[in-house]
């Protein structure tokens, strides 16, 4: 227990009005904002050698000095080119990236609560001013270096700053010859318990964090999914250059010039590594980063995108998550009267308690005296003496429940018309409650100072506080009925404990949650732990919160089943009230049994855990026990959270999920999504997308291979049915540019398949390449084959272009291909695919007709039939890749069932 002496009290008493605005604008005008030095700007040249670097563009760099060598100036110009474009499409979708990144940054910026004109305020962190008088409580990270002047049972994690894993207890400046280090407070350490007050002494790269924040600098770093793509790509690499290496031993064997089979091998390499891969990774994670935050899903971390496509089991709290988080006080029960219905919506005190007699109204502006009986008294001054009497015992239970409050309440203003709270939501709920009955907490506070204070701890599962009265002292404790209800605690017969604690247990069989409240006074002094306190209470009675379901949670976790997401709830609530709330919304079926009190978590096996849906009681460590059960069993984990209680498990698992509009600074710091709107649903449209990405990405690897695939086996087939040389180096290289430019990149953006969310999500262990990828590609890449192969055997039979007609088909089936690997055909969705691909196949044509690129890539116009019978084959690429996609669907679908 902590007192707050004399000195301290004229210390907050000094600062209790904190700056005036006028003077915190003119101190931030001055000195600039709170912000640590801004991420190093990655430069112009940075960025494209870092596209350089990547495997399949060093394998066009060392084919573009190969035929330079062997002086083959156009080819080495086409290969170039190829470079240019790439990169150039690359360094933009970088430069996207991180604009739509800093905007997230930004909608993502800590807040901090201070004092202003002599009223509490939230404002963004980067506001924070020299002198500002800061407001902190449990969870909340500190925004600037501070001097404490007001302290209650405050501890500190400094373990980002020190590295020292053990919080630290921090203390009032009294001013008394103490230890200066205990009235300090450091920029990005973390409240873990209990509150105070704090002037700022140094802001921005002036504070302690800031002067480590100058010492350190990062570069961009690659995505897991990227990293797996680099490695495929050095496979592929690897694989093209040793298949070019037999097309070129094959041509030297039948008796083709030397440099011409070297530039051919090489424009071949060129031509089978999908080198536009980087720019679609890099436009995929963009995007969808984008499209999650249109729907309220602030990407903190780019690798969220990608894994939140697989995400197998969705861990949520209930408070806000579930429920709507605003809480409202229900009813109310009192020893030897019974219980009392409360009316009213939202944190407005205003409504009625119902009782067997006349209903109470509240009596607004009605003032509190030094005793309970006084307060009740005054506060039915409009009513008659039998209704004082019988709501005196809800006056004196509503009245401690204000005084053991850290909360307050907001009045309507312009901007919001609703009441709002200000702190912990039940706090506030039971603030509104004893509005209702003409209670004020102001001047319950003026009538009763409190002078000493245990703060609620997820140990304890109690708050209790001391308050100064007329010739003693009175304290009251509030807490959960099992911390609270016991004869160590309260002065209470065993009969009336047994009856409070059988009303608790029916208040939470209703999906209520429960406090008790008991109190007592005594004279002399304050012991200095709440075990000197906290015996010999008289309980006062109990008071059962609503937190009812949100509108929406039902149809999210149903949509949550068909995704193939398994939810569970993991709260620290009444298993009774966690049981009904989990029924209400779907996650518990009619006859499933899977509710865990977690005080008996650790007698459970590894499957007893996973087969478990509900789990209450929950305390940090054992939220971190059921996270990691499921990854343990190959589970990839998204978990939801709002409290500093949560941020460890937040960290352990695959994707925290934090609260952006109720959730602690400590919640939203340890995620890797911030929930705008504090709405599940966001959770279920975040994962979405991020399907969307990776079926983007495999999109483009199926056409961009099943293209490099035909363009080998062409050029080896080739020679064996009589066509010598199949195609010249720059026509391989031109068509590589056309179908892995643009309409690749195009590919990145379209949007996500109708049934994406109606199939379970891809195992977190699956290859790139896998679910039958790398087969398809090959049925593909045989099809483009056999129509290029079809048409030039054709066409030398007849005396006809024939190396023209290839050029032309093997171009546009691979274009037919993209066209058919749209996810939503015959929609306007992503309208840049068909409009690339009709101006790949333009210039394609372009090719053949225009004299200049004639010139330059070796061809010959084509007669009216040719280009007809060239074009009827080169389509057979749309519903080839049609028949492989219903074949695979086929397949994982029976997969799905069997399973």
Excluded at 551 to 557: C, E, G, L, R, W
Excluded at 583 to 594: A, K, N
Aim: charged content about 20%; aromatic content about 2%; hydrophobic content about 50%.
């Amino acid at each position: 227990m902590s007192a707050i002496d004399q000195t301290t009290q004229a210390a907050s008493a000094r600062h209790a009005a904190g700056l005036s605005s006028p003077e915190a604008a003119r101190r931030l005008a001055l000195n600039g904002p709170n912000a640590l030095p801004p991420r190093r700007r990655v430069r112009l040249w940075q960025r494209v050698l870092m596209q350089l670097r990547d495997p399949l563009v060093a394998v066009l760099l060392v084919a573009a000095a190969l035929t330079i060598g062997t002086g083959d100036w156009t080819d080495a110009g086409v290969i170039l080119l190829v470079i240019v474009v790439n990169t150039s499409v690359g360094v933009a979708q970088e430069v996207k990236a991180d604009q739509s990144i800093a905007a997230l940054d930004a909608l993502t910026a800590p807040h901090a609560r201070v004092v202003r004109d002599g009223l509490q305020q939230e404002i963004a962190s980067a506001d924070v001013v020299r002198g500002d008088l800061l407001a902190l409580g449990e969870g909340e990270i500190v925004p600037a270096d501070a001097v404490l002047v007001q302290a209650a049972a405050l501890l500190v994690d400094e373990s980002a700053l020190t590295g020292e894993s053990v919080p630290v207890d921090k203390g009032a400046d009294t001013g008394q010859g103490a230890d200066p280090a205990v009235s300090k407070l450091s920029a990005g350490t973390v409240v873990v318990r209990g509150r105070g007050l704090a002037t700022v002494t140094a802001t921005g790269a002036d504070s302690a964090m800031g002067r480590i924040a100058a010492l350190m600098g990062s570069g961009p770093t690659l995505t897991p999914l990227q990293r797996r793509l680099v490695g495929v790509g050095r496979a592929l690499a690897i694989a093209a250059v040793a298949l070019c290496a037999v097309v070129l031993a094959l041509g030297l064997a039948r008796g083709q010039a030397v440099e011409l089979m070297i530039v051919t091998a090489i424009s071949l390499v060129v031509a089978a590594v999908p080198e536009s891969l980087p720019a679609v990774v890099t436009l995929a994670l963009a995007l969808g980063a984008r499209r999650m935050a249109a729907r309220n899903a602030l990407v903190r971390r780019l690798p969220a995108v990608e894994t939140l496509g697989s995400v197998t089991v969705l861990a949520t709290d209930k408070t806000g998550t579930i429920t709507e988080g605003a809480m409202l006080a229900r009813a109310l029960w009192t020893p030897g009267r019974g219980a009392a219905r409360i009316e009213g919506t939202g944190y407005e005190p205003s409504g009625r308690i119902l009782r067997a007699g006349p209903p109470r109204e509240a009596a607004p502006g009605a003032d509190t005296d030094a005793s309970a009986d006084a307060a009740a008294a005054t506060a039915t001054a409009t009513a008659t003496a039998t209704n004082a009497d019988t709501y005196a015992d809800a006056v004196a239970l509503l009245s401690a429940a204000a005084l053991c409050n850290d909360a307050a309440l907001r009045a309507p203003t312009d901007r919001n018309p609703a009441w709002t709270a200000v702190g912990d939501p039940i706090e506030a709920a039971l603030l509104a409650a004893a509005g209702k009955l003409g209670l004020d907490s102001a001047d319950l506070a003026a009538a009763y100072p409190r002078v000493a204070e245990s703060p609620f701890d997820s140990e304890r599962r109690r708050m209790t506080t001391v308050h100064r009265r007329p010739g003693g002292l009175r304290v009251v404790c509030k807490g959960a009925p099992e911390a609270l209800l016991k004869s160590g605690v309260l002065a209470e017969s065993p009969s009336v404990i047994a009856e409070a604690s059988r009303r608790a247990e029916d208040f939470a069989r209703d999906g209520l949650r429960v406090l008790a409240v008991a109190q007592a006074e005594f004279s002399g002094g304050i012991p200095r732990d709440a075990a000197g306190l906290e015996h010999d209470l008289r309980l006062l009675g109990l008071v059962a919160v609503l937190d009812p379901p949100r509108a929406s949670a039902a149809a999210t976790i149903a949509a949550c089943r068909a995704a193939g997401i398994a939810p569970i709830l993991i709260t620290g609530d009444h298993p009774a009230t966690a049981c009904a709330i989990a029924r209400d919304v779907g996650i518990l079926r009619s006859g499933e049994d899977g509710v865990i009190d977690c005080r008996r978590l650790g007698g459970l096996s590894a499957d007893e855990v996973r087969a478990a849906r509900v789990f209450a009681r929950a305390l940090p460590a054992q939220k971190l026990a059921v996270i990691e059960a499921h990854r343990a069993a190959g589970d990839v984990v998204a978990m939801t959270g709002d409290g500093v209680n949560d941020a460890p498990a937040l960290r352990r698992a695959d994707i925290g999920v934090a609260m952006g509009d109720r959730g602690t600074e400590v919640a939203r710091q340890a995620a890797d999504l911030v929930l705008a709107d504090d709405e599940l649903a966001t959770v279920v449209h975040a994962a979405e997308e991020g399907r969307r990405v990776y079926a983007n990405i495999r999109r483009f690897l199926l056409y961009a291979l099943a293209g490099g695939s035909a363009e080998i086996i062409v050029m080896l087939l080739g020679p064996l049915l009589g066509l010598p040389l199949f195609l010249l180096p720059s026509q391989i290289l031109w068509i590589n540019l056309l179908t892995h430019g643009l309409p690749g990149v195009a590919l990145g953006s379209e949007p996500v398949d109708p049934g994406t969310m109606r199939r379970p999500p891809r195992p977190p262990a699956e290859s790139v390449l896998g679910a039958g990828l790398w087969q398809r590609i090959l049925c593909v890449g045989t099809v483009i084959s056999a129509v290029t192969l079809g048409v030039a055997v054709w066409g030398h039979a007849d005396g006809r272009p024939w190396q023209s007609m290839a050029f032309f088909a093997l171009g546009a089936t691979q274009l037919a291909v993209g066209l058919a690997s749209r996810a939503r055909p015959g929609t306007r969705a992503n309208p840049l695919l068909p409009a690339a691909i009709a101006g790949a196949l333009a210039l394609q044509l372009a090719g053949l007709y225009l004299a200049p690129l004639r010139h330059l890539l070796g061809t010959q116009p084509l007669t009216g039939l040719e280009l007809l019978v060239v074009s009827v084959l080169s389509a057979l690429g749309y519903p080839a890749l049609k028949i492989v996609q219903r074949i695979g669907a086929g397949r994982r679908h029976a997969d799905h069932h069997a399973t």
